[in-house]
């Protein structure tokens, strides 16, 4: 079956740590997006990427760094420098076709701090 | 710039009781227009969508349709179950990188 995994479901990081985020997706989609989701609020885009080894900044890309060196891989670090990471993780991709293109959703990664 | 704006909740409701959720949209150009529902400690699925104005999109019971004119796109279903207790979001799309908007979501609670 084709879909977005993310690993893993929960994740622990200490002070000062950096931390990385995998999200992988065997949907042959072009475009993948991270996004951020805190509780009551609706979800805030932190990376995006339309194809491989080029990718942009969302409206909260501080303190968060990505790569694209595959098709199929799109993984998120949070680097010390974020300094409120607690929050629900979301990968989502698209075949990045346009404005009439569903974006599919992985089943996240909750980040809490220690 | 572009943006969505969603009922508040918490919504709580009776079993076979009617449901909208209201959703308006700012945007540049034409979007296209989506709703999504979160079920607890999981990811978004997509319910429905719609890409042009006047469009009704459908799925599993639900029914939103993309009005121009009142720049709304608010989800229905007739008789809601307690398998629909989620949080529902609705989103736009722009042409620019496939860009989503998301409104802030709408939490359900169908009770028995």
């Known amino acids: 079956d084709g879909g977005i995994t993310q690993s893993p479901k929960y994740l622990f990081r200490k002070e000062g740590q950096n931390v990385t985020l995998s999200c992988e997706q065997n949907?042959?989609?072009?475009?993948m997006y991270w996004y951020r989701q805190d509780p009551g609020q609706g979800l805030r885009l932190i990376y995006y990427?339309?194809?491989?080894?080029?990718?942009q900044k969302g409206d909260i890309a501080e303190g968060y760094s990505v790569s694209r060196e595959k098709k199929e891989s799109f993984p998120l670090t949070v680097t010390s420098a974020q300094k409120n990471p607690t929050a629900f993780y979301l990968c989502?991709?698209?075949?990045?076709?346009?404005?009439?293109?569903?974006?599919?959703f992985g089943p996240g990664t909750r980040l809490l701090v220690l | 710039g572009d943006s969505v704006t969603q009922m508040e909740g918490p919504v709580t409701l009776s079993e076979e009781a009617f449901l909208t959720i209201n959703c308006t949209y700012t945007?540049?150009?034409?979007?296209?227009l989506f709703w999504y529902v979160q079920y607890p400690g999981e990811g978004l699925q997509l319910l429905l969508k719609?890409?042009?104005?006047?469009d009704k999109g459908s799925n599993k019971g639900f029914e939103a349709t993309y009005r121009k004119e009142t720049t709304s796109f608010h989800l229905e279903k007739g008789s809601v179950q307690v398998s629909d207790s989620a949080v529902y979001f609705c989103?736009?799309?722009?042409?620019?990188?496939?860009?989503?908007?998301f409104g802030t979501g709408t939490s359900l609670t169908v009770i028995p």
């Open positions: 949907l042959n989609h072009d475009a």
């Open positions: 990427s339309q194809i491989v080894n080029d990718f």
């Open positions: 945007a540049t150009g034409y979007p296209s």
């Open positions: 989103a736009l799309s722009v042409t620019t990188g496939n860009q989503f908007y």
């Open positions: 989502a991709s698209s075949t990045g076709g346009g404005r009439q293109e569903t974006q599919y």
């Open positions: 719609a890409t042009k104005a006047d």
